[in-house]
Protein backbone atom coordinates (compact mmCIF):
# COMPACT_ATOMS: atom_id res chain seq x y z
CA UNK A 1 0.00 0.00 0.00
CA UNK A 2 1.03 3.00 -0.50
CA UNK A 3 1.45 5.91 1.91
CA UNK A 4 1.03 9.97 1.08
CA UNK A 5 2.00 12.01 4.07
CA UNK A 6 0.92 15.95 4.88
CA UNK A 7 0.27 18.65 6.98
CA UNK A 8 3.55 19.22 7.86
CA UNK A 9 5.01 22.80 8.44
CA UNK A 10 6.55 25.33 10.38
CA UNK A 11 4.68 26.09 14.00
CA UNK A 12 5.77 27.75 17.30
CA UNK A 13 6.58 26.20 20.12
CA UNK A 14 3.28 25.82 21.90
CA UNK A 15 1.29 25.35 18.44
CA UNK A 16 -0.48 22.89 16.86
CA UNK A 17 -0.44 20.97 13.61
CA UNK A 18 -1.83 18.34 12.27
CA UNK A 19 -0.49 15.64 10.35
CA UNK A 20 -2.43 13.25 7.36
CA UNK A 21 -1.53 9.55 6.08
CA UNK A 22 -3.46 9.31 3.03
CA UNK A 23 -3.28 5.31 1.73
CA UNK A 24 -4.18 4.33 -1.88
CA UNK A 25 -5.81 1.29 -1.48
CA UNK A 26 -8.87 0.02 0.66
CA UNK A 27 -7.09 -2.44 2.22
CA UNK A 28 -5.85 0.42 4.64
CA UNK A 29 -8.10 -0.58 6.84
CA UNK A 30 -6.69 -4.12 7.48
CA UNK A 31 -3.53 -2.39 8.77
CA UNK A 32 -1.80 -0.79 11.67
CA UNK A 33 -0.78 2.30 11.16
CA UNK A 34 2.02 4.21 12.99
CA UNK A 35 3.96 7.60 12.88
CA UNK A 36 7.17 7.74 13.05
CA UNK A 37 9.99 10.79 12.84
CA UNK A 38 13.78 11.28 12.83
CA UNK A 39 15.44 14.44 13.84
CA UNK A 40 18.98 16.00 12.61
CA UNK A 41 21.32 13.56 13.40
CA UNK A 42 19.04 11.24 15.16
CA UNK A 43 17.69 7.70 14.39
CA UNK A 44 13.82 7.91 13.58
CA UNK A 45 11.77 7.63 16.84
CA UNK A 46 7.99 6.18 17.30
CA UNK A 47 5.56 8.99 17.92
CA UNK A 48 2.29 6.83 17.68
CA UNK A 49 -0.13 4.46 16.33
CA UNK A 50 -3.49 2.83 15.75
CA UNK A 51 -5.16 -0.30 15.81
CA UNK A 52 -6.93 -1.52 13.06
CA UNK A 53 -10.15 -0.56 14.01
CA UNK A 54 -8.71 2.28 15.50
CA UNK A 55 -9.36 1.01 19.30
CA UNK A 56 -5.96 0.27 20.19
CA UNK A 57 -3.29 3.49 20.52
CA UNK A 58 0.07 3.51 21.57
CA UNK A 59 2.20 6.41 22.01
CA UNK A 60 5.64 7.12 22.83
CA UNK A 61 5.96 9.15 26.30
CA UNK A 62 7.40 12.15 25.42
CA UNK A 63 4.00 12.48 23.15
CA UNK A 64 1.27 11.42 26.16
CA UNK A 65 -1.15 13.77 26.12
CA UNK A 66 -0.25 16.30 23.57
CA UNK A 67 -0.83 14.14 20.17
CA UNK A 68 -3.78 12.27 18.89
CA UNK A 69 -3.86 9.43 16.37
CA UNK A 70 -6.47 9.01 14.89
CA UNK A 71 -8.01 6.95 11.80
CA UNK A 72 -11.02 7.01 9.25
CA UNK A 73 -11.05 4.26 7.49
CA UNK A 74 -14.17 4.97 5.22
CA UNK A 75 -11.45 7.99 3.81
CA UNK A 76 -8.04 5.53 3.86
CA UNK A 77 -6.41 8.07 6.43
CA UNK A 78 -4.90 8.01 9.46
CA UNK A 79 -4.12 12.06 10.94
CA UNK A 80 -1.93 12.75 13.94
CA UNK A 81 -3.10 15.88 16.11
CA UNK A 82 -0.42 17.43 17.66
CA UNK A 83 -1.12 20.14 20.31
CA UNK A 84 1.58 21.93 22.43
CA UNK A 85 4.41 21.18 19.86
CA UNK A 86 8.15 21.43 21.52
CA UNK A 87 10.98 22.74 19.24
CA UNK A 88 12.26 18.51 20.36
CA UNK A 89 9.49 17.69 18.41
CA UNK A 90 10.97 18.77 14.88
CA UNK A 91 12.08 16.59 12.32
CA UNK A 92 10.41 14.57 9.27
CA UNK A 93 7.23 12.79 10.14
CA UNK A 94 6.53 9.16 8.52
CA UNK A 95 3.87 7.27 8.11
CA UNK A 96 4.12 2.93 8.26
CA UNK A 97 1.62 0.38 7.78
CA UNK A 98 2.24 -3.16 8.78
CA UNK A 99 0.03 -6.10 7.75
CA UNK A 100 1.46 -8.21 10.31
CA UNK A 101 -0.85 -10.16 12.33
CA UNK A 102 1.49 -9.95 15.34
CA UNK A 103 1.58 -6.18 14.77
CA UNK A 104 -0.33 -5.64 17.88
CA UNK A 105 1.25 -8.21 20.22
CA UNK A 106 2.86 -6.57 23.29
CA UNK A 107 5.27 -3.25 22.18
CA UNK A 108 5.29 -4.83 18.69
CA UNK A 109 3.34 -1.53 17.62
CA UNK A 110 6.10 0.51 18.52
CA UNK A 111 8.63 -0.99 16.19
CA UNK A 112 10.13 -0.32 12.84
CA UNK A 113 10.65 -3.06 11.95
CA UNK A 114 6.67 -4.25 11.91
CA UNK A 115 6.41 -2.20 9.65
CA UNK A 116 5.83 -2.89 5.75
CA UNK A 117 5.06 0.36 3.66
CA UNK A 118 6.33 3.66 4.61
CA UNK A 119 5.36 7.04 3.19
CA UNK A 120 8.16 9.43 2.20
CA UNK A 121 7.86 11.70 5.06
CA UNK A 122 6.46 15.25 6.56
CA UNK A 123 8.57 18.23 7.72
CA UNK A 124 7.56 19.69 10.79
CA UNK A 125 9.74 22.54 12.25
CA UNK A 126 8.75 23.87 15.36
CA UNK A 127 10.22 26.89 16.52
CA UNK A 128 11.54 28.10 20.05
Known amino acids: VQLVESGGGLAQAGGSLRLSCAAS????????VGWFRQAPGKEREFVAA????????YYADSNKGRFTISRDNDKNRVDLQMHSLKPEDTGVYYC??????????????????????WGRGTQVTVSS
Open 25 to 32: ERIFRMYG
Open 96 to 117: AASAKPTWAAGDSAVRQTMYDS
Open 50 to 57: IGRRGDNT
